[in-house]
């Protein structure tokens, strides 16, 4: 397993950004396929976007495509996820979860973090 620790959340007004951060401990980060999640207030968790551990395939849920952009940097074991465009709804802890089989929604994933908040006020 990766130990994973997030950060950057904060908050933000409607229309802002922010860009979280998920830093992993292990040798072997660059094997593993990273996900975001986020879970609202009397909401369950729902998947936010995924990367493969190639970096080459990403995934995003319908509500976000176009806003955030999900991204890595083995070289420093981090990753990485750019909200732009943020809204109320937007409003959760976000999660960074890491496994070396685990992509897209599955929310399967073996490695979880701690969250982060963000909140957007309107």
């Known amino acids: 397993q990766v130990q994973l620790v997030e950060s950057g959340g904060g908050l933000v007004q409607a229309g802002g950004s922010l860009r979280l951060s998920c830093a992993a401990s292990?040798?072997?980060?660059?094997?593993?396929?990273l996900g975001w999640f986020r879970q609202a207030p009397g909401k369950e968790r729902e998947f936010v976007a995924s990367?493969?551990?190639?970096?080459?395939?990403?995934y995003y849920a319908d509500s976000v495509k176009g806003r955030f952009t999900i991204s890595r940097d083995n070289a420093k074991n981090t990753l990485y996820l750019q909200m732009d465009s943020l809204a109320p709804v937007d409003t959760a802890i976000y999660y960074c979860?890491?496994?070396?089989?685990?992509?897209?929604?599955?929310?399967?994933?073996?490695?979880w973090g701690q969250g982060t908040r963000v909140t957007v006020s309107s």
């Open positions: 990367i493969k551990w190639s970096g080459d395939n990403t």
């Open positions: 292990g040798r072997t980060f660059s094997k593993y396929n």
């Open positions: 979860a890491a496994d070396l089989w685990t992509t897209g929604p599955d929310p399967t994933f073996e490695s």
